[in-house]
């Protein structure tokens, strides 16, 4: 399966950067700021910025789990084979 680079940025720093095949992330409503739901991203997906809220990312490479953390919100940027989210804290499961 084609991969994509996730890369998770804070205040303080890089968190994570690796290859895999899909990731997932909640997002917020552009107006009022609440969660609308879980969106996932695979390799080829179209360009779009997303608001993230805070919750559950989780990256996965094939079927397994390479990364469960908790970040807060922040807003994320896709282009075909790289996501970043760009956000204000990160803790690992």
């Known amino acids: 399966m084609k991969q994509i680079t996730v890369e998770i940025i804070t205040p303080k ?35 779009a910025i997303f608001a993230l809220k805070k919750g559950v990312v989780k990256a996965y490479s094939d079927d397994l789990i390479v990364l469960n953390c908790e970040c807060g919100d922040g807003f994320a940027t ?16």
């Open 13 to 47: 720093g890089k968190k994570f950067n690796k290859n895999c095949t899909s990731v997932q992330f909640n997002v917020a409503d552009n107006q009022a700021g609440n969660y609308i739901g879980c969106y996932g991203v695979r390799a080829g997906h179209a360009k």
């Open 78 to 93: 896709v282009n075909e084979d790289f996501v970043s989210l760009v956000v204000e804290s990160f803790c690992e499961l």
